[in-house]
């Protein structure tokens, strides 16, 4: 354990740069970048009337101005070809975010947030603090306050307001990483249940970043070997994975680690479950279905939905190979996916019991005639076959046994 853990210590010093240590860029905000700079007028505003401009005949709809946040001071503006967009949900504010036209009395519409009772206190306090954040000229002032700003956020309902957070904070966690601390991840993940739908992806990604950002997904990991040398040495090699910024190095750590540690890296593979890059992500799957813990199942099926590719394979693989009743339900998801139907096949087989049982059944029966088919079928008809099971729990005893 010793001389392996110490080998994969020695990599190149040059791809050990600590996020923690990077200084902070003064950088635009996220909301600036994507759509604030992009536009000359952001106004609060209520729908007064479509009319039609006489000299030009173009239809354009009045707003009347409740406040302004950036551009002139004004009363009304007048925004061409609004539409469905601009003219819905006529009896709520709004916040419209404009480009002048040549003219510069017609507005074209970029963006709308319909200010619904979620919205009308959020939105409008958030556009004041970014105006006025902007206004900082010391890049650690402005983003420590993006970063009070954006967790306060992300409390919300809002979908707008929700939404900014969490594409600011992962930019953040590039920029200002040292303002992250292990409660906020915590805050962060405990706002899955209630983000809205379309957010969730991007505070996946975020908690993800922030995990491998702090490490917390690899702690307790070391414990996995008594007090002694061998957890000393393991717990360095983590915290050089963790240092590391290229995922295919901390994929060659990981097999360096596995290689030294064996299953005794079933807990650094499932908090690597949580890495940002689904390569690493894709190996770690690997090694959890090559060691076969039942306890493994949690962290191979978490965000399942949102994996795909290689990564989606090895996790369905790997869910298989823990040959759990409880790992059916979510792999039978992915198969009407004609990219991932072969792998969930075999983790149903795998799996067995009379439920698995069925659904093979029914597989093979839709398959029987249909062209291009018949090697598929070949495999179904293996997996039900006698020899199937036998061939299974020799591969479970010789992993077993190669990975003690």
Same mark, same amino acid.
């Given at each position: 354990?010793?001389?392996?853990?110490?080998?994969?210590?020695?990599?190149?010093?040059?791809?050990?740069?600590?996020?923690?240590?990077?200084?902070?860029?003064?950088?635009?905000? &996220?909301?600036?970048?994507?759509?604030?700079?992009? %536009?000359? %007028?952001?106004?609060?505003?209520?729908?007064? $009337?479509?009319? *039609?401009?006489?000299?030009?005949?173009?239809?354009?709809?009045?707003?009347?101005?409740?406040?302004?946040?950036?551009?002139?001071?004004?009363?009304?503006?007048?925004?061409?070809?609004?539409?469905?967009?601009?003219?819905?949900?006529?009896?709520?504010?709004?916040?419209?975010?404009?480009?002048?036209?040549?003219?510069?009395?017609?507005?074209?519409l970029v963006d709308v947030v319909d200010l619904t009772p979620r919205d009308e206190i959020v939105v409008p306090k958030t556009l004041r603090a970014y105006f006025r954040i902007a206004a900082e000229k010391l890049p650690a002032m402005r983003a420590r306050s993006l970063f009070n700003l954006s967790l306060t956020n992300v409390e919300t309902?809002?979908?707008?307001?929700?939404? %900014?957070?969490y594409n600011e904070l992962l930019r953040l966690a590039d920029e200002a990483s040292f303002l992250f601390k292990v409660e906020h991840l915590d805050q962060i993940q405990r706002c899955r249940e209630t983000a809205p739908r379309a957010s969730r992806p991007t505070l996946t990604r975020l908690s993800r970043k922030i995990s491998r950002l702090l490490g917390a997904h690899l702690m307790g990991a070391e414990e996995a070997f008594p007090p002694g040398p061998a957890r000393a040495e393991l717990r360095t090699a983590i915290s050089q994975f963790r240092r590391m910024q290229a995922p295919e190095n901390r994929v060659s750590m990981m097999d360096s680690m596995a290689a030294a540690a064996k299953s005794r890296l079933r807990r650094f593979c499932e908090g690597a479950m949580l890495d940002e890059s689904p390569v690493v992500r894709t190996r770690a799957a690997w090694y959890l279905g090559e060691f076969?813990?039942?306890?493994?199942?949690?962290?191979?099926?978490?965000?399942?939905?949102?994996?795909?590719?290689?990564?989606?394979?090895?996790?369905?693989?790997?869910?298989?190979?823990?040959?759990?009743?409880?790992?059916?339900?979510?792999?039978?998801?992915?198969?009407?996916?004609?990219? $991932?139907?072969?792998?969930?096949?075999?983790?149903?087989?795998? *799996?067995?019991?009379?439920?698995?049982?069925?659904?093979?059944?029914?597989?093979?029966?839709?398959?029987?005639?249909?062209?291009?088919?018949?090697?598929?079928?070949?495999?179904?008809?293996?997996?039900? $076959?006698?020899?199937?099971?036998?061939?299974?729990?020799?591969?479970?005893?010789?992993?077993?046994?190669? &990975?003690?």
């Open positions: 354990m010793r001389q392996a853990i110490f080998v994969c210590l020695l990599l190149p010093s040059v791809i050990l740069q600590s996020v923690a240590q990077r200084p902070v860029r003064p950088a635009k905000s &996220w909301l600036h970048a994507a759509l604030l700079d992009r %536009v000359g %007028v952001v106004v609060r505003a209520r729908l007064d $009337s479509d009319e *039609i401009l006489p000299l030009h005949e173009i239809q354009v709809t009045r707003f009347k101005v409740l406040e302004t946040f950036k551009g002139a001071a004004r009363d009304h503006v007048l925004v061409g070809a609004a539409g469905a967009r601009g003219g819905a949900f006529k009896d709520l504010d709004k916040i419209l975010f404009l480009k002048p036209l040549k003219s510069g009395s017609i507005h074209e309902r809002s979908v707008f307001a929700t939404r %900014v957070a076969g813990a039942e306890r493994s199942l949690a962290a191979l099926t978490r965000d399942l939905s949102g994996s795909t590719g290689d990564e989606l394979s090895a996790r369905i693989e790997a869910i298989g190979k823990t040959g759990l009743a409880d790992g059916l339900q979510p792999v039978l998801v992915f198969l009407g996916a004609e990219s $991932s139907v072969d792998a969930v096949l075999l983790a149903i087989a795998r *799996i067995g019991g009379i439920d698995a049982s069925n659904v093979l059944e029914r597989v093979e029966r839709t398959l029987v005639g249909r062209p291009g088919e018949e090697e598929r079928l070949r495999r179904i008809r293996y997996y039900r $076959s006698e020899s199937f099971a036998p061939a299974e729990a020799k591969r479970r005893r010789d992993a077993k046994k190669a &990975w003690l």
